[in-house]
């Protein structure tokens, strides 16, 4: 990923030295990301979550 900008990137970027998923980046990734997106399919298909 070197000269890329990670902030222009289509993904949730997060990392750690040791490249291990822990339970804080996937609770990040879980909050941060996948909630809103079910909310806002469920929004975009009518469905009350």
Do not use: H
């Not at 909630?35 to 806002?40: F, G, S, T």
């Amino acid at each position: 990923m070197k000269g890329y900008s990670k902030n222009n990137l289509p993904v949730f970027w997060r990392s750690n030295p040791k490249a291990w998923m822990t339970q804080n980046l996937f609770m990040d990734w879980f909050k941060t990301c996948f909630c809103p997106a079910i909310k806002q399919y469920y929004e975009d298909i009518g469905v009350e979550p």
